[in-house]
């Protein structure tokens, strides 16, 4: 039994489905709807072997307690957005071409989206926001620039926004690699959709959901995610967390994973030329023990 956490493109689902065990089943979960209905399409033939849940991974343990399954052989989480998210002007995801500033990973949940953050916050709150889930050095800049330009009128579409941005940082300090707006929409499309606090409580869940001997794989695509994954799987394959300066354990902490990976895996070349959205994923690996609990 593999849970898929985030069913995205259906590439990983499709993996899963090819190595699992005669009988065996995968359990995709996804927040959105469209997602959902091109698995269903595109994994048609995998009949009862898959399982297609609506819903947010962070609740991972309720949606095994809904099935009637107690433990699972593997769980792996792909975060962030899909290539057919991102390339779907209508979604607000990307800026490509231009699209409404919407970010939700599910439309039919909640209200809030990247244009009520945008034409409602602050000016000092977008650059928190901003500076922290973009780790965007020109955020106050940017915030600034956004409440100058919402003066005129709303920013509804994803190109106005873009351009913002482009106005408020520099030239000479434009990315290499990257569009100057993409750490704001980042930061943007994680606050609308809370995706740190969903990792947090779906990568427990996860560990907590493992057999002995089962397995969690993680694929981080920045640095706020890995750093949290990173963390959080080491803090568990730890058996003690006392400060290093106590000389007496008294936490009564105990391991409950071993790391496959001490540093993260990244794409080699073949991958790269095949996928270079690739170049940024980060595939971290943990086996849980058997705690005898």
């Not at 898929?4 to 995968?26: K, M, N, S």
């Not at 070349?269 to 849980?288: D, G, Y």
């Amino acid at each position: 039994m593999f849970v898929d956490g985030t069913l995205g493109a259906g590439g990983v689902t499709a993996a899963l489905l090819e190595r699992v065990r005669p009988g065996g089943r995968v359990i995709a979960i996804d927040r959105d709807p469209a997602a959902l209905a091109g698995a269903r399409r595109r994994l048609a033939a995998a009949g009862d072997s898959l399982i297609l849940v609506h819903g947010d991974f962070a609740d991972l343990s309720e949606h095994l307690a809904q099935l009637g399954i107690a433990a699972v052989d593997g769980v792996t989480l792909d975060l962030g957005i899909s290539s057919l998210q991102l390339d779907d002007p209508a979604r607000g995801f990307g800026f490509r071409h231009d699209g409404p500033l919407d970010m939700r990973m599910d439309p039919t949940a909640g209200t809030l989206t990247a244009a009520d953050i945008v034409n409602g916050w602050g000016e000092a709150e977008l650059a928190a926001l901003i500076r922290r889930y973009g780790e965007e050095r020109f955020a106050r800049g940017i915030a600034a620039a956004v409440v100058r330009a919402r003066r005129e009128h709303p920013l509804t579409a994803t190109g106005e926004l873009r351009e913002t941005v482009e106005r408020a940082v520099p030239r000479r300090y434009w990315p290499k690699r990257i569009h100057p707006a993409t750490k704001t929409f980042q930061a943007l499309r994680i606050e609308v959709n809370h995706e740190l606090e969903s990792l947090e409580r779906g990568l427990q869940a996860a560990i907590d959901a493992l057999r002995p001997g089962g397995r969690v794989g993680v694929i981080a695509f920045h640095s706020l995610e890995d750093t949290l994954v990173k963390n959080a799987l080491h803090v568990a394959a730890l058996n003690c967390v006392c400060p290093p300066q106590q000389p007496i354990c008294t936490c009564a902490h105990r391991a409950t994973l071993f790391l496959h990976t001490r540093k993260a895996i990244k794409a080699d070349a073949a991958e790269l030329a095949a996928n270079p959205r690739s170049r940024s994923a980060r595939l971290r690996v943990a086996e849980r023990l058997d705690t005898g609990l």
